[in-house]
């Protein structure tokens, strides 16, 4: 056993014996107000029902990765050499183990997901028997169902597995998915918009690294970037779509591919991960509508104040959880002023991030005006060439994969039961207000 994967099963060890406490002890005792029939149709907004290791998400702070956050972990993960962004690898590590990780630490996992990066023939056959017009994420989830075949968890099961391995075997099958995501995806983006001219992996780069040298990009201001956006993308507790799905398919023993799979197809909605192309979409439309060129505010104003008429939302604003300017955003912004600050598309995002707030606050019924993590990452992305948005979801998937595949292994090591949460009628609802 690996000497991360023994410390991984210590910890696991060791909290699994205070949550027994807690059940034993305060199990009975109220974590919340009690749900209301409000919070039933409305998404359970509020309601405090699951577990989650790897990340704790505040209201007006944002996310923090075990007690780290965003400003935190670029300034404290190891980085690329010469880099300034965070390693990828360094907050999985710090998922999984709670701790921060040395170099040697990120070194390990680098290489080990290196090593582990081989994507089966049949996996590109499954994508290649999709239409080229199929959405990259479809293109994504079916190429993760096809890599199925190489779950060891599956198999053991299978074969009987006695339940205390469950962690080991989820554990192995995480980090190969891990270890083989950028390629697939690279592969998925070269054949969609590059006339299928395929890039072999470096075995010097890291995983992120790596991953913008299949993509096509070499330029060290997108690896950095890679490795930003990787980070930050990576989990944002456990309540969002999903790492929620993850989490709930993980629950009936489901392997770590079929349980990504499903949580990416979370990922493909709009309010979700989506947005990250729908925003980019949003801000070109806008652009091409007004001529070309930076739009003036009272412009910007008018474009919100359509799109809203005609009954969509404006994409990148708004949370369900966060009620503050997302600091994933923030980070973005502060790598924009580092690399890119006479971009014309990003001085674009930051006129939005001006004026669409108070138009969102002024609608009275938006509960968080301020931009999300979508909101700016198309801008950045695009400035380096890669142009193509259709494919942004793909990149939050891979980047997903970290902070729910870590998460899948505490639910095994913490013998998570499977999820199940009581449903009524509206039937019901009608007589339970009546006191009937
Ligand atoms: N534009 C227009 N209207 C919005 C809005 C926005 N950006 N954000 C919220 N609203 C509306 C809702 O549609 C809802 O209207 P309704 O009562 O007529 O149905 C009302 O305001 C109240 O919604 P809320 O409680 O503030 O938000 P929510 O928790 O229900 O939904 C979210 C959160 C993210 C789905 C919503 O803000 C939204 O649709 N934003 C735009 C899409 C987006 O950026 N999604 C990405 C989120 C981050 C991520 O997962 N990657």
């Given at each position: 056993m690996s000497y991360i994967k023994e410390k991984f099963k210590a910890k696991a060890d060791e909290l699994n014996t205070e949550v027994k406490d807690l059940l034993k002890n305060h199990g009975t005792k109220k974590i919340d107000e009690g749900v209301t029939l409000a919070q039933a149709y409305q998404g359970m907004?509020?309601?405090?029902?699951?577990v989650t290791e790897t990340s704790l998400l505040d209201a007006n702070e944002g996310?923090?990765?075990?007690?780290?956050?965003?400003?935190?972990?670029?300034?404290?993960?190891?980085?690329?050499?010469?880099?300034?962004?965070?390693?990828?690898?360094?907050?999985?590590?710090?998922m999984l183990i709670g701790e921060l990780?040395?170099?040697?630490?990120?070194?390990?996992?680098?290489?080990?997901?290196?090593?582990?990066?081989?994507?089966?023939?049949?996996?590109?056959?499954?994508i290649e028997a999709l239409p080229i017009s199929a959405h990259p994420m479809t293109m994504f989830t079916v190429a993760v169902m096809a890599l199925q075949t190489e779950s060891l968890f599956a198999k053991a099961y299978a074969d009987?597995?006695?339940?205390?391995?469950y962690w080991s075997y989820m554990y192995e099958d995480s980090l190969n998915l891990i270890a083989r995501l950028p390629r697939v995806a690279a592969y998925i983006y070269?054949?969609?918009?590059?006339?299928?001219?395929?890039?072999?992996?470096?075995?010097?780069?890291?995983?992120?690294?790596?991953?913008?040298?299949?993509?096509?990009?070499?330029?060290?201001?997108?690896?950095?970037?890679?490795?930003?956006?990787?980070?930050?993308?990576?989990?944002?507790?456990?309540?969002?779509?999903?790492?929620?799905?993850?989490?709930?398919?993980?629950?009936?023993?489901?392997?770590?591919?079929?349980?990504?799979?499903?949580?990416?197809?979370?990922?493909?909605?709009?309010l979700h991960g989506l947005a990250n192309q729908e925003v980019i979409k949003w801000i070109l439309s806008m652009r091409e509508e007004?001529?070309?060129?930076?739009?003036?505010?009272?412009?910007?104003?008018?474009?919100?104040?359509?799109?809203l008429s005609e009954g969509k939302v404006v994409p990148g604003y708004g949370h369900a959880v966060l009620r503050k300017t997302d600091p994933r955003f923030t980070a973005q912004m502060e790598f924009a002023k580092n690399h890119i600050p006479d971009d014309e598309l990003v001085k674009i995002v930051w006129s939005v991030y001006e004026t669409v707030p108070?138009?969102?606050?002024?609608?009275?019924?938006?509960?968080?005006?301020?931009?999300?993590?979508?909101?700016?990452s198309?801008?950045?992305?695009?400035?380096?060439?890669l142009v193509e948005y259709e494919f942004y979801t793909v990149l939050f998937g891979v980047s997903r994969a970290l902070g729910v595949l870590a998460s899948l292994c505490w639910d095994r090591a913490l013998g998570l039961s499977l999820e199940r949460p009581k449903s009524v009628t509206s039937e019901w609802m009608k007589l339970f207000v009546e006191g009937k």
């Open positions: 907004r509020g309601v405090t029902g699951l996310i923090r990765f075990r007690g780290y956050s965003i400003p935190e972990l670029r300034e404290q993960l190891p980085k690329a050499v010469n880099g300034a962004e965070p390693l990828p690898e360094g907050l999985f590590y710090l990780p040395t170099e040697a630490d990120v070194q390990n996992i680098s290489s080990v997901l290196g090593r582990r990066s081989h994507v089966p023939n049949h996996v590109f056959d499954a009987g597995m006695n339940k205390k391995d070269r054949r969609k918009y590059k006339n299928g001219e395929h890039i072999q992996p470096d075995g010097m780069l890291d995983w992120a690294g790596n991953f913008a040298h299949m993509l096509g990009y070499e330029d060290e201001g997108f690896k950095e970037l890679m490795r930003l956006y990787m980070v930050i993308h990576a989990d944002h507790e456990g309540g969002n779509v999903s790492a929620h799905t993850t989490h709930l398919v993980g629950s009936a023993l489901s392997d770590a591919y079929l349980s990504f799979a499903a949580g990416m197809n979370g990922l493909a909605g709009p007004l001529g070309g060129g930076v739009p003036t505010k009272d412009q910007i104003a008018a474009y919100v104040k359509k799109t108070p138009i969102l606050q002024d609608l009275g019924k938006v509960k968080n005006p301020w931009p999300n993590v979508d909101a700016h198309g801008a950045l992305l695009l400035h380096y060439g």
